[in-house]
T-cell receptor, first 117, second 113 residues
Framework: GAGVSQSPSNKVTEKGKDVELRCDPI?????LYWYRQSLGQGLEFLIY????????KSGLPSDRFSAERTGGSVSTLTIQRTQQEDSAVYLC???????????????FGPGTRLTVL | KQEVTQIPAALSVPEGENLVLNCSFT??????LQWFRQDPGKGLTSLLL?????REQTSGRLNASLDKSSGRSTLYIAASQPGDSATYLC????????????FGSGTKLNVKP
């Protein structure tokens, strides 16, 4: 079946502009994660959605970052007033939480490479 | 805060060699540990998941071990092939927040034909 998809695959923007990144998780997956991977760094957790529960936003680096998940499926990560340090690959992952508190395997999308000039 | 470190950052080996990738974590209160493979432009693929109560997991030529008390995991790749060339990442989930996966910065592996 279809995996996690993300769009756009690449985004170049000017400093100060707003950007929206989209994630389409695997159908039926209740958990959705956003990560940021800066050059040469590991993945940095940003935000987690699980079903209808309030999202875990503890990883968002500033109030310029926000995310929503509509209808329990598609998610959008919005970065307002972009800065050069926001340049990174933004990865989305989804999981099926099998009744317990922890998702096991995460399935990752290919990522969106954001470049802020 | 959990810190995950991977050594070496990069590794180049000739085809056929057995190799070991290392992952260490600072907080031993983990729920599980996963090893992922990252190919350029293709996101991450889960390779092996070890629950905190387990000592190792095997899949084909891959074997991952976990020593929770010492905060270490190793990924052993037997008879390496050029197709194994990728970046390998480890990630842990802590018992205090099941939502957060803490990733290392990865080991970039190059297997030369």
């Amino acid at each position: 079946g279809a995996g996690v998809s993300q769009s756009p695959s690449n985004k170049v923007t000017e400093k100060g502009k707003d950007v929206e990144l989209r994630c389409d998780p695997i159908s039926g997956h209740t958990a959705l994660y956003w990560y940021r991977q800066s050059l040469g760094q590991g993945l940095e957790f940003l935000i987690y959605f699980q079903g209808n529960s309030a999202p875990d936003k503890s990883g968002l680096p500033s109030d310029r970052f926000s995310a929503e998940r509509t209808g329990g499926s598609v998610s959008t990560l919005t970065i307002q007033r972009t800065q050069q340090e926001d340049s990174a690959v933004y990865l989305c992952a989804s999981s099926w939480v099998a009744g317990g508190p922890v998702a096991d395997t995460q399935y990752f999308g290919p990522g969106t490479r954001l470049t802020v000039l | 805060k959990q810190e995950v470190t991977q050594i070496p950052a990069a590794l180049s080996v000739p085809e056929g060699e057995n190799l070991v990738l290392n992952c260490s974590f600072t907080d031993s209160a983990i729920y599980n540990l996963q090893w992922f493979r990252q190919d350029p432009g293709k996101g991450l693929t889960s390779l092996l998941l070890i629950q905190s109560s387990q000592r190792e997991q095997t899949s084909g030529r891959l074997n991952a071990s976990l020593d929770k008390s010492s905060g270490r995991s190793t990924l052993y790749i037997a008879a390496s092939q050029p197709g194994d060339s990728a970046t390998y990442l480890c990630a842990v989930v802590g018992v205090y927040n099941f939502n957060k996966f803490y990733f290392g910065s990865g080991t970039k592996l190059n297997v030369k034909p």
